[in-house]
């Protein structure tokens, strides 16, 4: 079964970094782009970061670009997301996918 | 950016009718290789999103063949033939022609 399951997320103060985490299973990770979404509760999608299947390139949204930076492991079928310098609008819940499959997500809060 | 819209906001359906949702682009969807890549995406409350619809007309597997897309350009539309109660939620339509990737801004569908 395809899998992808997201870690990492909580509570942190504003200015304060937090590391997600996305374990695949169930198919070829090297094989396949990579994305993070999030989503405001009841509110809209934003396509947070991309990666490439070997790591090479990467894309950001303007609203994280030079304080996000995505990264993949392709030997432990994991992909990351480091947050830097976070704000309260990154409240969100996080959500790993490769398009057609997404994991279930990882909720961050930022808040002192 | 390109731009998503999306309609109707809400749109109230009774078992076993059919349904329409409409999706427009601030600009073509077809891509450098001849491809156009609008996806249709249901999200149901509290769950991740799940694509159903991509390529414009495409169906993921496991998708019942209730569900049907269409449309080219800037001008996309998703049906259901005959809603049934499982159909609730949120559908978004997606572009994946050009990064940033973009979302509209929803059709809530709910049952009359």
């Known amino acids: 079964e395809v899998q992808l399951v997201e870690s990492g997320g909580g509570l942190v103060q504003p200015g304060g970094s937090l590391r997600l985490s996305c374990a695949a299973s169930g198919f070829s990770f090297s094989s396949y782009w990579m994305y993070w979404v999030r989503q405001v509760p009841g509110k809209d999608l934003v396509w947070v970061s991309r990666i490439s299947s070997d790591g090479s390139s990467t894309s950001y949204a303007d609203s994280v670009e030079g304080r996000f930076t995505i990264s993949r492991d392709n030997a432990k079928n994991t992909l990351y997301l480091q947050m830097n310098s976070l704000r309260g609008e990154d409240t969100a819940v996080y959500y790993c996918a490769r398009l057609d499959v997404w994991g279930q997500g990882t909720t961050v809060t930022v808040s002192s | 950016d390109i731009v998503m819209t999306q309609s109707p906001v809400s749109l109230p359906v009774t078992l076993g009718q059919p349904a329409s949702i409409s999706c427009r682009s601030s600009?073509?969807?077809?891509?450098?290789?001849?491809?156009?890549?609008l996806n249709w995406f249901h999200q149901r409350p509290g769950l991740s999103p799940r694509r159903l619809i991509y390529?414009?007309?495409k169906r993921d597997s496991g998708v019942p063949d209730r569900f049907s897309g269409s449309g080219s350009g800037t001008d996309f539309t998703l049906k259901i033939s005959r809603v049934e109660a499982e159909d609730v939620g949120v559908y978004y339509c997606?572009?994946?022609?050009?990064?940033?990737?973009?979302f509209g801004p929803g059709t809530k569908v709910e049952i009359k």
């Open positions: 600009q073509s969807l077809v891509f450098s290789d001849g491809n156009t890549y």
């Open positions: 390529m414009v007309s």
């Open positions: 997606i572009q994946t022609t050009r990064w940033p990737f973009t």
